[in-house]
């Protein structure tokens, strides 16, 4: 099942994916709002449920993607989490005991489909290509042996990052990683069910078909589990909280020349079994977002 936030005619729905588009399912719950809602009341099955033989309401080209949580408390990213990523600082350090993290803000995510918007302050707007999970239930100094019960659902990311920005300061990233619309989450949830979903996943980036990034999440510095165990000793998971959990080497920065993302790319970024999320770039003044 592929669970989905999306607008039509300016109104607001949650639901189902199908080939043809997709299968309103927010008339039918007026007590959820949004799928954080949907995610915090344990009702994921419930959708799944009410999906099955009904037809499509908004088919395919009638409907614009937004991000699956638009409202998540928290969405915390984890930085440098795979072997040659952390090689790609020639700082000839081992990877550090402990992970780094920072926190986005909801703003500086769009949907599958959008653009992501070049601001005119800078050129180095780039791609990192990620999987992401959603909290389902609350939980704090949570064991790694009881992480995956905590996770409702994964998705796709695209932690774009305006590369001189995360240089501003001698100890911060926060101003190159919070930019309106600068990266995208989705296209949907995919209900987690199974650790086969997170242990082994191949995670890819293309730009302009060009392969630029290809993992796998089994060779992640910090596996999700611990990801969820170090996060939640210093702060409590709620559900709908965001964990982005890490991006491949091969981002347009680290190219000799960089490879900076401009007006007119398509960036595509798949993670096999949950699915695949495409933008395109435009510049922020051209889409009218000033």
């Known amino acids: 099942m592929r669970i989905a936030s999306y607008t039509s005619n300016d109104t607001s729905f949650f639901g189902a994916v199908s080939d043809a588009g997709m299968i309103a399912l927010s008339p039918d719950f007026p007590q959820w709002a949004t799928l954080r809602d949907v995610i915090e009341a ?16 908004h088919p395919n080209g009638t409907f614009d993607y937004q991000i699956p ?4 408390e928290k969405i915390i990213c984890v930085g440098v989490n795979f072997p040659d990523r952390n090689a790609e600082y020639k700082d000839g350090q081992d990877a550090p005991p402990n992970m780094s993290l920072f926190i986005r803000f909801p703003r500086s995510f769009t949907g599958a489909g959008q653009p992501l918007i070049r601001p005119p302050e800078t050129s180095q707007l780039d791609y990192e290509g990620e999987i992401a999970i959603v909290i389902g239930k609350c939980g704090r100094r949570i064991p790694q042996d009881r992480a995956y019960d905590h996770i409702a659902a994964i998705s ?17 990233v926060t101003q190159g990683k919070n930019w309106d ?18 242990d082994d996943v191949r995670l890819t980036t293309k730009v302009n078909g060009e392969l630029r990034q290809d993992d796998r999440t089994s060779r992640m510095l910090f596996p999700i589990k611990r990801q969820i165990e170090y996060i939640s000793t210093f702060t409590t998971l709620v559900p709908g909280d965001v964990i982005i959990t890490g991006t ?6 680290r190219f000799d020349p960089p ?20 933008n395109t770039v435009a ?8």
Request: contains cysteine; glycine residues 12%.
């Open 283 to 290: 510049d922020e003044f051209e889409e009218g977002t000033a």
């Open 69 to 72: 949580i638009p409202n998540p």
């Open 181 to 198: 619309n600068s990266g995208a989450i989705g296209p949907w949830l995919v209900p987690f069910t199974a650790a086969a979903q997170l």
């Open 42 to 57: 344990g009702a994921l099955h419930d959708l799944a449920v009410a999906a099955q033989d009904k037809p499509v309401t």
């Open 259 to 278: 490879k900076f993302l401009k007006p007119g790319d398509v960036i595509e970024v798949e993670a096999e079994g949950i699915g695949k999320l495409v």
């Open 156 to 172: 796709v990311c695209n932690e774009g990052t305006l590369r001189d920005w995360v240089r501003h300061a001698k100890f911060n």
């Open 248 to 253: 491949p080497t091969g981002a347009g920065a």
